[in-house]
């Protein structure tokens, strides 16, 4: 088949480059040279409020990617906003969201990173914590401003996750929510203080999420396995 189409969900930010100051649909280069890089062709979703948009979209793509970014509105799994929850997207949340659907119709292959782990458990019906280091009593996971942490992880055995990466790495996080509940999945990697770093669900489709950024690193398993499910579909 051809060069597998992978779409990247994206940003859309007030930003600024050359005399302009506007609003603009971005997303850190890394994602589309890393998807690049593994033979797939990445193309930007920012988000869109037209109905059907999700569906005509998928229809398209070979794979898709849910990216990292703001915090997931606390209303769309039932909690109030904790003091440190905050710049949730209604527009991306909404976008998203319908993409996952229009994916899970069609059996797409996907990958969620960081929010998108996080969006792909509460889309399942599943609850995030809103402020990881309460629970664990550190900030390694974000420790703040556009550093990433590192974070050892440790994979469960015989997964998928394991398969692409092996049984142990150290990766980039930057992340102050995590997932606590997550209907249909199973966690198939944990950082030392326990926190679900990796999930994924059972069967033959590829849909898999961490809440790591694999963008960012040597690490191009995971979209390396992306591309070849997009590639070589069930």
Request: glycine fraction near 10%.
């Amino acid at each position: 088949m051809s060069t597998p189409l992978v779409g990247l969900t994206a940003y859309r930010e007030q930003a600024a480059w050359g005399v302009w100051r506007q609003a603009a649909d971005v997303l850190p280069a890394q994602y589309a040279r890393a998807v690049e890089a593994v033979g797939g062709l990445p193309v930007l979703l920012p988000p869109v409020a037209q109905v059907g948009a999700a569906e005509a979209v998928v229809a398209r793509l070979d794979a898709l990617v849910v990216s990292g970014g703001a915090d997931v509105d606390p209303a769309r799994y039932g909690e109030t906003p904790h003091a440190r929850t905050a710049g949730w997207r209604p527009d991306r949340d909404a976008w998203e969201l319908a993409l996952l659907d229009a994916a899970e119709a069609r059996g797409l292959p996907v990958l969620g990173v960081c929010r998108g782990m996080q969006l792909m458990a509460v889309h399942a019906g599943g609850v995030l914590d809103q402020h990881t280091p309460e629970l664990v009593g550190h900030e390694q996971h974000s420790p703040g401003g556009d550093a990433f942490g590192r974070v050892e992880v440790a994979t469960v055995p015989g997964t998928r996750t394991a398969s692409l990466v092996g049984e142990a790495l150290t990766v980039a996080c930057h992340h102050h929510q995590s997932v606590r509940t997550h209907p249909g999945y199973v966690a198939t990697a944990r950082a030392d203080d326990g926190t679900v770093e990796a999930m994924e669900l059972p069967g033959d489709r590829f849909c898999l999420a961490v809440q790591w950024h694999p963008e960012t690193a040597e690490d191009v398993g995971l979209l390396a396995g992306l591309v070849r499910a997009a590639a070589h579909p069930t």
